[in-house]
């Protein structure tokens, strides 16, 4: 009877352990289960021609070819101007992280996403690249999005209480003050500008070491913008279709 005992209380205590050790084995499971996607193909553009002789400045981006840039708009639907501005991002951040191997049709995918090329809200971008109203995401309060108290005082979204995603590639103030660059060379690392956000964007991910060109580090990239397997499956989807659309273009 008490080996009978001893018995019983030696399952019930196996039952306690090993439950929550396999439940625990099973949210482990779930959190690893995020699958790596193939990265879309990387599409190139062609540049401009250098003239006989001339060799470009070190950290210099070649700017996109005139004809190519308005051909390759006619295929995409980007905007000239947008698409000039994620060529140089991706030249750009590829001279400064030479490992990535980040193509413009990432960047372009997600500048669609984001804001449709800064079209959000019926905007558009001028000649400078600007965008022709303050594009401003919803409050992050918590409800359906995540809690992000003000980190700048409103200075960018104009919300000294919450933060919001500002300008066409959607950047929190708090990391755009760590990640944003200036694409124009006019001395300010603008948000609403679309040569300083698509190169931050490219920057960003580009970082910490990532190589895009595999699987785990696209993945990864695009993870580290907008943690949502609806969001990743969004932007490959667009990017692919963007190298489709200007495969035949030279």
């Keep these: 009877m008490l080996r009978l005992r001893r018995l019983l209380v030696f399952t019930v205590f196996a039952i306690c352990v090993i439950t929550p050790l396999s439940f625990w084995a099973l949210q482990q499971s779930g959190a690893d289960a995020r699958v790596a996607l193939d990265p879309p193909p990387r599409s190139e553009a062609k540049l401009e021609m250098l003239s006989a002789g001339i060799t470009p400045a070190v950290n210099i981006t070649r700017n996109a070819d005139a004809e190519w840039v308005a051909e390759a708009a006619a295929q995409t639907g980007i905007p000239a101007r947008a698409l000039r501005a994620y060529v140089a991002a991706a030249g750009a951040a590829n001279q400064a992280s030479p490992g990535c191997g980040i193509g413009w049709n990432t960047v372009a995918a997600v500048g669609f996403v984001e804001s449709r090329h800064g079209a959000y809200g019926g905007g558009s971008l001028d000649s400078a690249g600007q965008a022709s109203g303050p594009i401003v995401g919803p409050s992050l309060d918590g409800n359906g999005f995540a809690a992000i108290a ?10 000294a209480r919450w ?3 500002v300008g066409p590639m959607q950047f929190i103030p708090s990391t755009w003050e760590l990640a944003g660059q200036d694409g124009n060379g ?5 948000p609403f500008n679309i040569d300083d956000a698509a190169l931050s964007a490219a920057g960003y991910l580009c970082g910490h070491g990532r190589d895009l060109t595999t699987a785990n580090g696209w993945t990864g990239a695009i993870y ?6 609806t969001y990743l499956v969004q932007v490959r989807d667009q990017a692919t279709a963007y190298a489709e659309a200007t495969a035949g273009i030279g």
Aim: charged residues 40%; proline residues 0%; hydrophobic residues 20%.
């Design 150 to 159: 003000d980190t700048d005082a409103g200075a960018l979204d104009g919300d």
């Design 163 to 165: 933060d919001r995603a």
């Design 186 to 190: 006019d001395g300010t690392a603008d």
């Design 224 to 229: 580290s913008y907008n943690q949502s397997d």
